[in-house]
């Protein structure tokens, strides 16, 4: 009776509950662990490709889980493509981590900590431990995180102004993609026609459409609040 119960309680994700709080701990430690590794011990090469294989294995656990779905459960091509930012993002953080160029940078910054940390502080989970979705959702944000994060602490890259505003336009021809599929699909991707069923800050911004406009509204304020510590350490280090 008391395994039942535990199961019964590790298959719910709720916003504070152990399931939700140990595994963004344990990243925060290993990506840690990571940087202070590789700063003391790797050579450029190493480096580059520490978080090159970092990336594929978040990509790969991204391409795994949706295998495995088509095969064994009821995929629907409307709601479970991973057009999602998050999920797209895992699909094509190799190419970055590959190629790390800087455009590629500028953009990824603000999108991955705006938009992953959310997801982060709020968990759309449908099933929880020890399911493969599970374990997906936090590989996948916890991972673009601590890619990215990598990235400023060992490679050193920082933003500028513009690329709060060349992340901006990106994003606006994402959401115009989005719309198409959406169109297309009669599907929700981006959750461009409705809000997700599970709690999230969209709920604070009223129905459709006025979230959409809110949030647009809210997106260059974001990305200059993540942009404001880079500046500020800029500053300093000159002062």
Known sequence: MDLEFLFIVLAKVTIGSFQHIFPILF???????????????????????????????????????????????????????????????????????????????????????????QAVITPDITDGFPSFDYFRYWVVHLGLLAIIFYFICVFKMRPALKSVFKSFFALQLYVVMMIGINDLLD???????????????????????????????????LFLMIYLPFQLFRRKKIT
């Open 27 to 117: 990243a925060a430690g290993a990506t840690i662990f990571l940087i202070k590794y590789s700063n003391k011990n790797f050579n450029l090469i190493q480096k580059q490709r520490a978080v090159h294989y970092l990336a594929w294995f978040v990509s790969a656990t991204l391409i795994a889980f949706h295998a495995w779905r088509m095969l064994f459960d009821n995929y629907n091509f409307n709601t479970d493509l991973p057009l999602y930012l998050c999920s797209l993002m895992a699909l094509l953080i190799p190419i970055f981590t590959y190629y790390r160029k800087y455009w590629m940078f500028e953009i990824l910054i603000f999108w991955i900590i705006g938009g992953t940390l």
């Open 187 to 221: 599907a929700n991707y981006f959750y461009l026609n409705e809000k997700p069923k599970s709690a999230s800050l969209l709920d604070y911004f009223g129905e459709w459409p006025y979230y959409l406009l809110i949030v647009q509204l809210l997106i260059i304020p």
